[in-house]
């Protein structure tokens, strides 16, 4: 299991959901998931799945870029580099 130090990204869902006001309630009975989901998504304890980055990015209405940000220090890298 990855801790929150392993993710190569970080989220600003917790950050995006109370500047709008959106209870952790709401939003997980609006998003058809767990209030718990939510928790540890917004913690780093769980990993969203690529379904749910999309649906959650938009139930806030922001990029999917804005919302899970890469690390600074993650580096991704092209086919191409793994060619040389």
Same mark, same amino acid.
């Given at each position: 299991? !990855?801790? +929150?130090?392993?993710?190569?990204?970080? /989220?600003?869902? *917790? $950050?995006?959901?109370?500047?709008l006001g959106i209870s952790q309630? !709401?939003? @997980? !009975?609006? #998003?058809?998931?767990?209030?718990?989901? =939510? &928790? !540890? =998504? %917004?913690?780093? %304890?769980? /990993? @969203? &799945? #690529? $379904?749910?980055? *999309?649906?959650? &990015? @938009? *139930? #806030?209405?922001?990029?999917? &870029?804005?919302?899970?940000?890469?690390? %600074?220090?993650?580096k991704l890298r092209s086919h191409k580099e793994? $060619? +040389?």
């Amino acid at each position: 299991m !990855k801790t +929150k130090r392993d993710l190569i990204y970080r /989220n600003n869902v *917790y $950050e995006y959901r109370t500047e709008l006001g959106i209870s952790q309630d !709401k939003m @997980a !009975k609006d #998003l058809e998931i767990s209030r718990r989901s =939510i &928790s !540890k =998504i %917004e913690n780093g %304890e769980q /990993n @969203a &799945s #690529l $379904e749910m980055v *999309y649906r959650i &990015s @938009a *139930y #806030l209405d922001h990029f999917v &870029s804005d919302v899970f940000p890469l690390c %600074e220090n993650t580096k991704l890298r092209s086919h191409k580099e793994f $060619e +040389k």
